[in-house]
Structure formats: structure tokens, C-alpha cells
């Protein structure tokens, strides 16, 4: 996760950052579902919103876990007041959405997915693998193409309805 130190919740002259927040996820990810993982953590104010997302699956049970965990986490090592200033909002990562990390692309072996890659194409095939940098797609002429992650602009799970 990124440690960006951007101020997120002020109380007088204390103040609640992005990486207290992020540490918290941490620990609380600990007595979440086996698997869970974050994939994005945006915060505004006195609000954060937090993206969640399993090797798995992710179940709203999971994510009132990780919630639940985090402000607890929070109170002992912030104190009860700054956090109930606070909102926290925990939620799963949505099927069709762009993917945001490397871990979500392992989901998708086997599976459809539409890429858009810097350069403009756009690409739709079956995931073959996924490696730390590089996913190699079958393409419907049956050929494979390897891709570099980082020549990839988004990612979705290409969904087809019939």
C-alpha cells in the first residue's frame, strides 16, 4: 500500500493519516476470511473508503469483519474520540470494475477479460496466466499475446450475456 502521509481526519492538533489507516488494514486483515486482500483506499476529509477484495471471493460478512477490526484498531491506538469523528466505509471490489492490482489479475485465469493498453488497443481474450510483471492472453485467432502489466492501462472481466 502506498504510505502517502496526507492529513485525513484533524482534531485539534492531532490528526489521522492515510498510513495510520492503512496500518490498521493491516492488522485487521489478519482475523478477516483467509485471502482478503485491499485494493484501494481513498480518502477525503473526514471519511475513508476502503475496497476490498479476495483471492476467492468476498463475502458483506468479510467486510463488516474488516470494518469492525480496523475501528477498534484505530480507537486503541488513536483513542475512541478522533475515531468516531471519523466514517469508514468497507466494501468489495464490483464484478466489471477496472482492476487496481496485480493480485486481482490471478482471478481471472481461464477467464475472459478486455484490456486497454497504453497505446490504445484494446485486446479481448482468455487469461492463460499471470506472472509478477507479465500476463499472457489467447487471443480468438487462438494465438497468445504476453503483455507487460505496466503497458496495461485497466482491466475488466469481459462479461458476455446470451
Same mark, same amino acid.
Given at each position: 500500500m502506498? #504510505?502517502d502521509n496526507?492529513p485525513?481526519?484533524?482534531?485539534e492538533d492531532e490528526?489521522?493519516t492515510?498510513?495510520?489507516?492503512?496500518k490498521?488494514?493491516d492488522e485487521?486483515?489478519?482475523g478477516? #476470511?483467509? &485471502?482478503?486482500?485491499?485494493?484501494e483506499v481513498?480518502v477525503?476529509?473526514?471519511?475513508a473508503?476502503?475496497?476490498i477484495?479476495?483471492?476467492?471471493?468476498?463475502?458483506?460478512d +468479510?467486510?463488516?469483519?474488516l470494518?469492525?477490526?480496523?475501528?477498534?484498531?484505530?480507537?486503541r491506538?488513536?483513542?475512541e474520540?478522533m475515531?468516531?469523528e471519523m466514517s469508514?466505509?468497507?466494501?468489495?471490489?464490483?464484478?466489471?470494475?477496472p482492476l487496481?492490482?496485480?493480485?486481482?489479475?490471478k482471478?481471472?485465469v481461464g477467464r475472459k477479460?478486455?484490456?486497454?493498453?497504453?497505446? #490504445?488497443?484494446k485486446i479481448? &481474450?482468455?487469461? +492463460?496466466?499471470v &506472472?509478477d =510483471?507479465?500476463?499472457v492472453?489467447q487471443?480468438p485467432?487462438?494465438e497468445? =499475446?504476453?503483455?507487460?502489466l505496466?503497458e496495461?492501462?485497466?482491466?475488466?472481466?469481459?462479461?458476455?450475456?446470451k
Amino acid at each position: 500500500m502506498s #504510505g502517502d502521509n496526507s492529513p485525513l481526519f484533524y482534531s485539534e492538533d492531532e490528526r489521522m493519516t492515510r498510513q495510520e489507516i492503512e496500518k490498521a488494514l493491516d492488522e485487521g486483515l489478519k482475523g478477516v #476470511g483467509e &485471502g482478503i486482500f485491499v485494493v484501494e483506499v481513498v480518502v477525503a476529509g473526514d471519511q475513508a473508503q476502503v475496497t476490498i477484495d479476495g483471492d476467492d471471493r468476498v463475502s458483506v460478512d +468479510d467486510c463488516v469483519a474488516l470494518s469492525r477490526a480496523v475501528r477498534e484498531i484505530l480507537k486503541r491506538d488513536l483513542g475512541e474520540e478522533m475515531v468516531d469523528e471519523m466514517s469508514l466505509t468497507v466494501s468489495s471490489a464490483g464484478i466489471g470494475q477496472p482492476l487496481k492490482v496485480q493480485r486481482q489479475y490471478k482471478k481471472l485465469v481461464g477467464r475472459k477479460a478486455e484490456l486497454v493498453l497504453e497505446d #490504445g488497443r484494446k485486446i479481448v &481474450g482468455k487469461v +492463460d496466466s499471470v &506472472g509478477d =510483471e507479465k500476463i499472457v492472453v489467447q487471443l480468438p485467432d487462438k494465438e497468445s =499475446e504476453t503483455l507487460e502489466l505496466a503497458e496495461i492501462k485497466t482491466t475488466r472481466e469481459h462479461l458476455e450475456f446470451k
